[in-house]
């Protein structure tokens, strides 16, 4: 497992830009899929983007492709997630994730190691 720690959230108005980052700490980061997850309240966890090992694939949900870019660092094992044009709908805590097993996925259970989260709130 490693060792996951999200930053970069905060408030920011609708159309305006946020960088979230997701530091890890453990060996074989580079072998691992990553994942940001969000969890508005009341509702439901739910998968926001993913990225395999290499960073040659990536995925997102319908609600945010053509918003939200995901990326990786190997060198620094840090990932992160652009996003742009948030909708205050976007507002939630978000969750990093990694998957030993180096399969992406939109399904949580596919995730060994989550971060503690870190809270978005898109103001309209």
């Known amino acids: 497992q490693v060792l996951l720690v999200e930053s970069g959230g905060g408030l920011v108005q609708a159309g305006g830009s946020l960088r979230l980052s997701c530091a890890a700490t453990?060996?074989?980061?580079?072998?691992?899929?990553m994942a940001w997850f969000r969890q508005a309240p009341g509702k439901e966890r739910e998968f926001v983007a993913a990225?395999?090992?290499?960073?040659?694939?990536?995925y997102y949900a319908d609600s945010v492709k053509g918003r939200f870019t995901i990326s990786r660092d190997n060198a620094k094992n840090t990932m992160s997630l652009q996003m742009n044009s948030p909708k205050p709908e976007d507002t939630a805590v978000y969750y990093c994730?990694?998957?030993?097993?180096?399969?992406?996925?939109?399904?949580?259970?596919?995730?060994?190691?989550w971060g503690q989260g870190t809270q978005v709130t898109v103001s309209s």
């Open positions: 994730a990694a998957a030993a097993r180096g399969t992406v996925s939109s399904d949580l259970a596919a995730y060994d190691s």
């Open positions: 453990g060996r074989f980061f580079s072998s691992y899929a």
């Open positions: 990225i395999s090992w290499s960073g040659g694939a990536v």
